[in-house]
C-alpha cells in the first residue's frame, strides 16, 4: 500500500471514530499525535475532513455515512483492529459523494513540502510555489506544506513575514502552537516566542483561531493596522496600530525599532539577532526607556549610545556585554 492511500484510510478511520459518542480526550490525544507526526498526515486529514463537511452542507447524509458491517465496536483500538483500512476510506469516501475517482485525484496530489531555518542574526527570502512569498527573521524555523489544493505553513519558532498570492479557492494558513491563522491574500507577520504569539496585520484581512485539535474553538479577525497578541486561551487585538506594526517589521530592513520601551525589553530584542549578549545587571538601569532606532547586528554601537546619553557603566567580554547603573 502506497504512503499515499495509507494515509487516507488512517484519516478516514479517525474520522469517522471522532462521530462514535464514546469519543473521549484520551482519543483525541491519540489523533492529536497522529496529526503532528508529518505535514503529510495533517494535509490529508484535513482534505477528508472538508469533504466530510461539505456532504453535512449538501444534504443529510450522516444516517447513511457507516453500513451496520463497517460500524465500530466500542473503543477505538477495536475500532482500528476490525476495520479493513480499504473498506473503512471507501466507506466515507463515498459516503461523502465524491467516489473513488476524487480517491485517484488525491493520489496524485501535487503536494511541495519544505523546511527552511535561519539562525541568529540570519535572514531569508523565500518564494512558495502558490506565488507567495516568505520572509524569515532571526532564528526562525518553519515548515511548508503547498500544492493543488492546500496552502499550509507551520512556524516552529522565531518570526515570518508573509505576503501571500490572493487565491479565494485555497486559504493560506499558518499553524502556530494552537493558533490558526487564516487568510486568502495579505501581508503580515507573525512572531512565536514560546507561548506568546503576535500577529501584525499590514494589509488586508486574517483569522486568527484558538485550535483544540482540528477544531476551532475561538476565532478573531483582525485587518490591516492592527495586531493580535495572544497567550493561553486568551487574545487580545490593538486597534489603529498601523504605526506600531511598520515599527515591529522594521527587521526587514535590519532594524529595530523602539517606542520608549524599558532597556530590559531592549535588550532581549538585541539578543534575538546576536551571539554576544547584553545583559543588565541592575533594576534601576533595566526601567530605562528607550526609543529609536538601531541597527540589529550592532549592539555595541547601541551600548555605546546608552553610556553617552545615560552615562551607564559597560563591561565587554567576547561573549558578553554587562550594562549597570
Not at 155 to 181: S, W
Not at 184 to 192: D, M, N, Q, Y
Not at 305 to 312: I, N, P, Q, V
Amino acid at each position: 500500500m502506497s504512503r499515499t492511500r495509507e494515509a487516507q484510510d488512517i484519516a478516514a478511520r479517525w474520522i469517522v471514530a471522532r462521530e462514535e459518542p464514546d469519543w473521549s480526550e484520551v482519543d483525541q490525544a491519540k489523533l492529536d499525535v497522529w496529526l503532528a507526526e508529518s505535514d503529510f498526515n495533517r494535509v490529508t486529514f484535513l482534505r477528508l475532513e472538508q469533504s466530510w463537511r461539505e456532504a453535512d452542507r449538501i444534504g443529510s447524509l450522516r444516517p447513511t455515512l457507516m453500513p451496520e458491517t463497517l460500524h465500530p465496536a466500542r473503543g477505538l483500538c477495536q475500532k482500528m483492529q476490525r476495520w479493513a483500512p480499504l473498506a473503512a476510506a471507501a466507506s466515507l469516501i463515498a459516503a461523502v459523494g465524491i467516489g473513488w475517482q476524487g480517491y485517484s485525484l488525491w493520489s496524485n496530489f501535487d503536494l511541495v513540502s519544505a523546511r527552511y531555518d535561519t539562525k541568529v542574526g540570519g535572514h531569508k527570502n523565500v518564494d512558495l510555489p502558490d506565488g507567495s512569498k516568505v520572509e524569515l527573521n532571526t532564528s526562525s524555523g518553519i515548515r511548508t506544506a503547498v500544492g493543488n489544493g492546500e496552502r499550509e505553513v507551520w512556524l516552529e519558532r522565531g518570526e515570518v513575514y508573509f505576503e501571500v498570492a490572493h487565491d479565494k479557492t485555497r486559504p493560506f494558513v499558518v499553524h502556530v502552537g494552537n493558533r490558526q491563522v487564516t487568510v486568502l491574500g495579505t501581508k503580515f507577520s507573525v512572531r512565536r516566542d514560546g507561548d506568546k504569539i503576535s500577529v501584525f496585520v499590514r494589509e488586508g484581512r486574517v483569522r486568527v483561531e484558538d485550535m483544540h485539535g482540528s477544531e476551532a474553538v475561538r476565532s478573531t479577525t483582525i485587518k490591516g493596522g492592527e495586531i493580535a497578541l495572544s497567550r493561553g486561551t486568551a487574545t487580545l487585538v490593538t486597534a489603529k496600530s498601523s504605526e506600531r506594526v511598520e515599527d515591529a517589521l522594521a527587521w526587514r530592513d535590519g532594524m529595530l525599532s523602539f517606542d520608549q520601551d524599558p532597556l530590559s525589553e531592549v535588550v532581549a530584542e538585541f539578543n534575538r539577532y546576536n551571539h554576544q549578549q547584553l545583559t543588565v545587571t541592575d533594576p534601576d538601569a533595566a526601567s530605562i526607556r528607550i526609543g529609536g532606532i538601531f541597527p540589529a547586528s550592532r549592539p555595541v554601537e547601541f551600548v555605546r549610545l546608552l553610556r553617552d546619553a545615560y552615562g551607564l557603566k559597560v563591561e565587554q567580554t567576547q561573549e558578553e556585554i554587562r550594562i549597570s547603573d
